[in-house]
């Protein structure tokens, strides 16, 4: 009897040391576990990038734009009509039709260059053609007394032509003064030397430049061709 009643007493003891080491266990560990747990469980705070703020200038289709406030200017659209072409019609004859450059009419129907056109073709016709001067003439060509370029102006409104060039393409360059071309109205330079007008220009060489089977290529100011005219 005796026997048994130390046994239950070790046994007792070995219960209340273990239950004293276990909590005492679990006691350190909340201490040293519990703020890693809490980090664990917290939801993660990232700071957010600022939000760009992006500003845009509108310019309303009906107003323009001012040119010193560096809000882009508002190109009109162009309008256009179909016409329907006719037998005998060319992109030549067409372009002096609607007043217009043939360089323009070819573009604005996707050709690089005029083609011969048939009847029943349709095509895009602007209703405010580009302002532009053509070549309609080469008189007198290898005489200097008479030689002379004809042009005339194609379009709407005024035309400056300042800078505008004649090239005959073996080094001779003739550039506008200061010139205005009215619409419809038409200029003439010679190659001689003379006084100019407000519609006759004079080259000032003295030997001629143009001659038949040669081309004349007029460009604008800034350097675009605007026709190349072949002398018959």
Known sequence: MKQWSRLFYFILLNVIVSACTTFSVLMIWDKTHSSFIKDLLDPISLPFPQQATVQANIVPATQEANPGSGAPAVTPTQEYYAYQVQDGDTFSSLAEKFNMSVEQ?????????????????????????????????????????????????????????EGWQLDDGQGNLYVFPPIQLLKGGALVVYTQPGTNTAVELHWGLNQAVWQSGKTVTLRDATGRVRQVYPIP
């Open 105 to 161: 009419l070819t573009s604005d129907n996707g050709f690089p260059q005029p083609v011969p056109l048939g009847p029943g073709e349709v095509l895009r016709i602007a209703r405010h053609p580009e302002a532009t001067a053509v070549i309609d003439l080469v008189v007198g060509a290898n005489d200097l007394a008479t030689e002379h370029v004809q042009l005339k102006h194609r379009g709407e409104n005024e035309l400056s032509m």
